[in-house]
């Protein structure tokens, strides 16, 4: 998947780093940040970017409902049975805010690094 300048997989690791750090303390900036990082990293362009940022976000959203199911079935014990509905809505909801907001993201680092590219090559 990746065409000669940026490996794919690379890019989603320090994305997925990026946006899990940045994320607790900016909670709208930091996957759309995450994204613009692992877009610009990766292979250019908005597609190719955007791809990337849903993997990451996809990827730390699953990271967080681990630490959300983890935390509560610790603290709250049998109760638990009865959270795990709800555990479910919220990986279903992280799901789709990281994924969308990492998308953004990644569509505008990847096309970012595209023009950039383009740019160098029109000025040599």
């Known amino acids: 998947m990746a065409e000669g300048r940026g490996s794919y997989w690379l890019s989603a690791l320090v994305g997925i780093i990026f946006m899990l750090f940045i994320s607790p303390f900016f909670p709208v900036v930091g996957p759309i940040a995450g994204g613009i990082v692992g877009g610009y990293l990766g292979p250019p362009g908005a597609v190719r970017g955007a791809l990337g ?72």
């Open 53 to 124: 940022g849903l993997l990451d976000g996809l990827i730390v959203a699953a990271v967080f409902s681990v630490i959300a199911v983890v935390g509560g079935t610790a603290f709250l014990g049998p109760v638990g049975t009865l959270i795990g509905l709800g555990i479910a809505v919220l990986l279903f909801a992280l799901a789709l805010y990281f994924g969308i907001l990492g998308a953004v993201g990644g569509a505008i680092g990847g096309a970012l690094k595209a023009w950039m590219m383009s740019r160098r090559m029109v000025t040599g």
